[in-house]
């Protein structure tokens, strides 16, 4: 397993709408390597995680992204889940937050619906990524390459499908995360 001792993951999650198990599974594995995951969300408090459509666990936020400093952070993962980068996409301090990561070359690693977050922020132009299915022509009008592969790492970047295909999404986010 790669050691991201020393290495502080951001999460950045919308205040309603991520998909728990895309939320809670990467911090497991983060921790596991040793790294420290922190939740970042559009306002304090907590957050309302989901399943599927229906409302499961609140987690407590550790920053508000508005006030949050990339450059503390080795890496950052995006959950999906329908709702969440919706929220994220339409929030400029999220939407720049994330446009930081690819301007300073650190590694992200989005799954599901996170893409959709990616194309705001407009760094999908001649990447090679997946998503949940639905957001393929969103991707592709945005300028990346779209494909139906379970895990996919282009330079800085892992993405992934859904949480089926979270054991392979996990493995190269710790991988490209431990550097």
């Known amino acids: 397993m790669p050691d991201l001792t020393g290495r502080t993951i951001a999460f950045l999650v919308a205040t309603e709408g991520v998909e728990q198990v895309e939320l809670t599974e990467p911090w497991a594995a983060v921790e596991d390597a040793g ?7 559009l306002e304090a408090g907590k957050v309302q995680a989901f399943d599927h459509l229906d ?7 550790d920053a508000v992204v508005a006030d949050a400093d990339p450059e503390s952070y080795d890496g950052l993962v995006l959950p999906g889940g329908v709702a969440n980068p919706d929220a994220l996409r339409m929030d400029e301090d999220a939407v720049a937050f994330v446009r930081e990561f690819f301007d300073s070359d650190r590694p992200v690693a989005a799954i599901c619906h996170a893409p959709w977050t ?19 022509t969103d991707l592709r009008n945005a300028g990346a390459q779209w494909v139906d592969a379970e895990v996919v790492v282009d330079g800085n970047l892992v993405t992934s499908r ?16 431990a550097g």
């Open 118 to 136: 990616l194309a705001e922020a407009d760094v999908v132009r001649n990447r090679r990524l997946t998503s949940w299915p639905s957001l393929q």
């Open 35 to 41: 790294g420290t995951p922190r939740l970042l969300s």
């Open 55 to 61: 409302k499961a666990d609140t987690f407590p936020v």
């Open 162 to 177: 859904k949480p089926d295909d979270l054991p392979a999404f996990n493995h190269a986010m710790l991988s490209l995360f």
